[in-house]
């Protein structure tokens, strides 16, 4: 992990402030964010695929995802 991308003691400070909800929300909110770009990114690489198969190409994508 990149120095930059380490968690700062003022983020872990604001994500223990928050609720398990409000927690939940914020992840959800991340995850559809991430899956509009990855389907951006797909559209962009695939001008020709159909709605159809760029939902399919990035549900494949992100049910074999690992961190």
């Given at each position: ?12 400070a ?7 909800e ?46």
């Open positions: 992990m990149l120095a930059d991308e380490q968690t700062s003691p003022e983020q872990f604001i994500f223990r402030r928050m609720t398990p409000q927690r939940w929300w914020a992840a959800s909110r991340l995850y559809w964010t991430c899956r509009r770009h990855k389907t951006a990114f797909q559209r962009s690489q695939h001008p020709e695929w159909s709605d159809e198969q760029l939902n399919h190409e990035v549900r494949r994508i992100f049910s074999h995802a690992r961190t």
